[in-house]
Structures are given as structure tokens and as C-alpha cells.
């Protein structure tokens, strides 16, 4: 059986367990001001049960969640700060023997969910902020929730001096679930596949979207890229979100999340999504450490 690769899962909400507040427009970057200790105690949890990477905090240090003023002024320091949290914990979990990586967290520059708003120029300097904050702690770097291509073009565009790998996650449309596989942009799983070979990336993933539309994407890709003669590592990591419309960013407001998706119905799609062809699993938004813990429960049994 080929070895399945754990992600972590949603970190905003597992440091709410050790008592960082979630509140917008911060999110996630309102626990690095108020209460880091929560956040490396979220990636000790996520490593304690069975993850092997650590995702840095910084997905909301952007001018989108914590203004352009703020970010000017503290946005490589908070960067900086979630890159130092993550090697900690990492590095403590591997002094016990586990495989601990850090991803660098590369997220939409210009808010989630939201292609129609991705600002190339503005884009370019913010990523450039992020990247140069956290070369000293990733070992790769993991572009997370791509909307579009051109998201995701910028977003390599940005890692591709650092001499790091990249792995590059696509938010898919989750308005139908029977509609062929689409980037929120309404293009195609099958060029975002083409375009990761372009780019040299060494992963592809699917995060941040309904778990009942992953199975197809993953099949999507996995066959253009046996068709190109290019085949990489696949992954999915899903949101635990009640189903959104398509209109508005993720992040306007607190997200309630599904009572069906518990662990063990989590592990069902994952399951699936193995049988498809994906070998990294983890969990995005309201997947927390006790869902990781089943994954490793049944993938390393």
C-alpha cells in the first residue's frame, strides 16, 4: 500500500482548544498578536496526533484580514513569529522520533474565495513579505486555497527563488457537487493539473471545499496528469463549512460548521479519496486533531 502523508488540519479553530479567541477581521493573525502559545500548543496537538507537517499561522497576515496599515507595519514581524512556532514544534516532535515538517503558508493574497478581486501588483508585495519572513523555518511551501490560475502563477511566482518545493492547493467550486471539477474561478481542475507541471510544483492539492467534490477533482488530475506523463503526489484536505453560496469571501464572517463530518465521517471520504488516488491527507476549516488521529488510526494501522 503506498504511504499516505498526514497533514494537520484546521488550526484556527483547534487553538481555540488552549484558548485563543476567533474573531474577524483578524482570524487566525488575532492569535498571533494576543495568544502565540496557543497556536504552537494547536501544532504540538496536531503533530501528538499523527500529522507529520506543520501549516505556519499566518494565512489571515494579510491586508485583507488585518489591514494595510497593520500589515506595512507588522506583517513580516507576525509572519516571522508563525515561522518560529511551527520549527518549534516541529523540531520538538522530531526529537521524539516523528517526521515533522514545516509548510510555509502562502495564502490568497487578496482574500479567499474571492478570484474576481486578485490584484497581480498587490499580490507580488505582499507574497514577497510572507516568503522572505518564513524562508528561515519552511522546508517547503505549501500555496494554500488558489482560486484561479493566476493566483496560483503569482503565488509560485513568489516562492520560486527560495530554492524550496512547492506544493500548490486549489479551493474548488462547491455551489453543485455533480458540476465537473472547477477552481471558484470557473476554470478547470484539468488546466490548474497542467499548470502545476508548469509551474514545477511538486504537489497538487485540493483544500478548503466541501468533501463531497474532492473525490472528483482528485481523479481529474490524476488522469491529466498520467495523460502529460507527469505524475506528482495528489491531495485533499476539506473544510468542515456548512455549505456557502458562491457569492462572498470565506472569511466575512464565522463559518458554522457541519455536525456530519465527526471523525469518523471524515475518514469515510478520506477513504475515498485514497481510493482515488490521493496520498496527502489532512483537513482544512473545523477539522481538528481527534479527525487527524483517525486518519492515522487507520492509515498507519
Known amino acids: 500500500m503506498t504511504r499516505i ?91 521524539k522520533g516523528q517526521t515533522a515538517r514545516v509548510a510555509g503558508c502562502l495564502p490568497p493574497a487578496c482574500g479567499s474565495y474571492l478570484p474576481d478581486d486578485f490584484d497581480s501588483d498587490a499580490a507580488k508585495e505582499i507574497l514577497r513579505v510572507l516568503v522572505e519572513a518564513l524562508t528561515p523555518y519552511a522546508d517547503f511551501w505549501l500555496a494554500e486555497t488558489m482560486s484561479s490560475l493566476s493566483e496560483m502563477r503569482e503565488t509560485a511566482a513568489a516562492a520560486s527563488g527560495t530554492g524550496k518545493p ?67 503526489p495528489l491531495g485533499v484536505y476539506a473544510n468542515g463549512f456548512v455549505p456557502k453560496p458562491r457569492e462572498g469571501g470565506a472569511n466575512e464572517t464565522i463559518s458554522t460548521i457541519r455536525e456530519d463530518l465527526d471523525p469518523a465521517a471524515y475518514l469515510e471520504w478520506a477513504e475515498r479519496w485514497v481510493a482515488a488516488g490521493a496520498t496527502l491527507i489532512g483537513g482544512c476549516c473545523g477539522i481538528g486533531s481527534t479527525h487527524i488521529a483517525a486518519l492515522r488510526a487507520r492509515f498507519r494501522a
Open 166 to 232: 512547492l506544493w500548490l492547493a486549489c479551493s474548488l467550486r462547491d455551489d453543485t457537487v455533480d458540476a465537473p471539477a472547477q477552481l471558484r474561478s470557473g476554470e478547470t481542475v484539468q488546466d490548474a493539473a497542467r499548470l502545476a507541471v508548469e509551474l514545477g510544483a511538486e504537489a497538487l492539492l485540493f483544500n478548503c471545499s466541501l468533501p463531497e467534490v474532492m473525490e472528483r477533482a482528485v481523479v481529474t488530475a490524476r488522469d491529466v496528469l498520467a495523460d502529460m506523463g507527469r505524475p506528482m
Open 5 to 95: 502523508i498526514l497533514l494537520d488540519g484546521g488550526l484556527s479553530r483547534e487553538m481555540t482548544r488552549f484558548g485563543a479567541e476567533l474573531k474577524q477581521p483578524e482570524w487566525s493573525a488575532g492569535a498571533l498578536i494576543d495568544h502565540p502559545q496557543a497556536i504552537k500548543q494547536a501544532h504540538q496537538a496536531f503533530f501528538e496526533a499523527g500529522a507529520e507537517i506543520a501549516t505556519t499561522a499566518n494565512y489571515a497576515v494579510v491586508p485583507f484580514h488585518i489591514g494595510q496599515e497593520r500589515f506595512e507595519v507588522r506583517g513580516a514581524e507576525l509572519t516571522a513569529l508563525s515561522g518560529k512556532l511551527a520549527r518549534e514544534a516541529a523540531d520538538e516532535a522530531m526529537a
